[in-house]
């Protein structure tokens, strides 16, 4: 029987919640939360349906006259690269949609059982993270994508802060040497996409890929991993920003360095900010400026937090999908987004000077995100932590969906807070060693 599909009365008596119920009963709202989720990720490691593949979504559904509608062009003006993909189904609509290690998202789940294990202190959780991230090691012989940092640091990363073994620093060094084998001097950046229309792209989102290679220089102690990783950031503030601030979601490079184009992939058009990668950019500036101390990331952080919190127009903190949406209930949120800027923001409110205000609106956010309204009631949702999540709008993919980067930022966020209260750093990579 699919237990997912059970109420969450039931639910409710199952072992898994069982498990959960570890949790400190403190009865703060952050332990609520987590609670919830450690629930909800056992329920969905209960679920997988076979070894070697992990839960990514749940399958929705679009129309090219919405989609019209939110974008504000004709069907004839959709981008040719952006080639819609296939309506799911009625047999598939609302289903859990599994992908395997090779998909970017893969290392996403077992990042978030880690987290739900340090949250709560559930030793079946910590079971069951080991076991998704062992899954994941074909994964670090990879040499055409740059999100092996998403997929490695999250799941190994985690692990080797939390359980740490040999074996483990082997898998995050082998992945950062191919990810700095996609970096090419005279661009001075690495390579994001091996697709597509462009000589050299480099997208925004390439940011978060750089906590692989800081760890990897600490790891090894050898400074080439961090050497890419600040010539990758700086090339990326002399050209990904407009001059308010706001980042372009694509910058493609000609051979020689200089920049051939600059456009979206999955905003609302080239001149908008796309809400998730405002966030990618707010939080792979200030872990830059975490591990190399230069005041440019620093600044850049700051610069891109106060243009965040002026450009967020929701009542609830929780973006639309697009900063430029329009302003209307029919424009999907994406809770994703909402979650990789409270993580960000949380850490950067350490840094800055700006750092009160900063915390505040990262912990209204997270509030927002723990209500009713957005995270799950134990025993729907397929499994998944948080609702309303949009991952490509112009792909006509993940409207206003459950998504299991947002759960593992939200995840990740929680831990911050928690961690601050306590006196802490936000993060503590530097326990990889
Ligand atoms: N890195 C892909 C995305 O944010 O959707």
């Given at each position: ?10 639910i409710?008596?199952l ?8 949790v ?17 990720l ?9 070894p ?12 090219i ?15 040719p ?5 296939e309506?799911?189904?009625k ?6 949609r ?13 990042g978030s059982l ?5 949250l709560?202190?559930?030793?079946a ?6 076991k ?5 090691l074909p994964v ?9 940092g998403?997929m ?8 080797q802060?939390?359980s740490?073994?040999d ?10 040497d ?7 001097p ?9 697709f ?10 390439n940011m ?13 102690g ?20 407009r001059p ?7 910058v ?34 200030t872990?830059a ?8 990331f620093?600044r850049?952080?700051?610069?891109i937090a ?6 967020n ?13 329009k ?8 809770a994703?987004?909402?979650?990789v800027?409270a993580?960000?923001?949380?850490e ?5 000077k ?5 915390r505040?609106?990262a ?18 949702n ?8 949009t ?5 006509g993919s993940?409207?206003?969906?459950p ?9 990740e966020?929680?831990?911050?807070l ?7 750093p ?5 326990r990889?060693?």
């Amino acid at each position: 029987m699919n237990k997912l599909l059970l109420t969450a009365l039931t639910i409710a008596a199952l072992a898994p919640a069982a498990r959960a119920a570890s949790v400190a009963g403190d009865g703060d709202w952050i332990s609520r939360a987590a609670a919830t989720a450690a629930r909800q990720l056992a329920l969905q490691a209960d679920e997988v349906p076979a070894p070697g593949v992990f839960p990514r979504n749940l399958n929705t559904d679009f129309s090219i006259p919405d989609l019209e509608w939110h974008l504000e062009i004709p069907c004839s003006e959709f981008k040719p690269e952006c080639d819609l993909r296939e309506h799911p189904g009625k047999d598939n609509y609302m289903k859990v949609r599994y992908v395997k290690p090779r998909d970017w998202t893969s290392g996403f789940f077992p990042g978030s059982l880690w987290l739900a294990y340090e949250l709560t202190g559930d030793k079946a959780l910590k079971e069951q993270a080991a076991k998704y991230t062992n899954m994941l090691l074909p994964v670090s012989y990879m040499t055409d994508t740059h999100d092996l940092g998403f997929m490695v640091n999250c799941p190994y990363g985690n692990a080797q802060r939390l359980s740490p073994n040999d074996s483990i620093k082997e898998v995050i060094v082998r992945t950062a040497d191919n990810l700095i084998g996609r970096f090419d001097p005279k661009v001075g950046a690495i390579r994001s996409w091996d697709f597509g229309p462009w000589n050299y792209p480099v997208i925004i989102d390439n940011m978060m890929n750089l906590q692989l290679l800081f760890n990897a220089s600490r790891i090894t102690g050898d400074k080439k991993y961090t050497d890419i990783a600040v010539r990758h950031a700086l090339k990326t503030i002399d050209h990904h920003f407009r001059p308010d601030y706001t980042s372009y979601h694509v910058v493609s490079y000609t051979p020689d360095g200089g920049v051939e184009r600059r456009q979206t992939f999955q905003g609302k058009a080239d001149e908008s900010a796309w809400s998730r990668g405002q966030g990618w950019a707010l939080y792979g500036y200030t872990e830059a400026y975490r591990e190399t101390r230069r005041p440019e990331f620093l600044r850049q952080a700051e610069a891109i937090a106060d243009m965040i919190i002026k450009r967020n127009n929701t009542e609830d903190l929780i973006p639309y999908w697009d900063f430029d949406a329009k302003p209307s209930p029919r424009s999907p949120r994406d809770a994703s987004a909402a979650a990789v800027i409270a993580s960000g923001l949380l850490e950067l409110s350490t840094f800055a000077k700006n750092g009160t205000a900063y915390r505040d609106y990262a912990e209204r956010i997270l509030t927002s995100l723990a209500s009713p309204a957005y995270l799950a009631e134990p025993g729907t949702n397929g499994g998944f932590v948080l609702k309303h999540s949009t991952g490509s709008l112009p792909h006509g993919s993940e409207i206003d969906t459950p998504l299991n980067y947002a759960d593992y930022y939200f995840l990740e966020a929680l831990t911050r807070l928690r961690r601050l209260q306590q006196g802490k750093p936000a993060a503590d990579w530097a326990r990889v060693k």
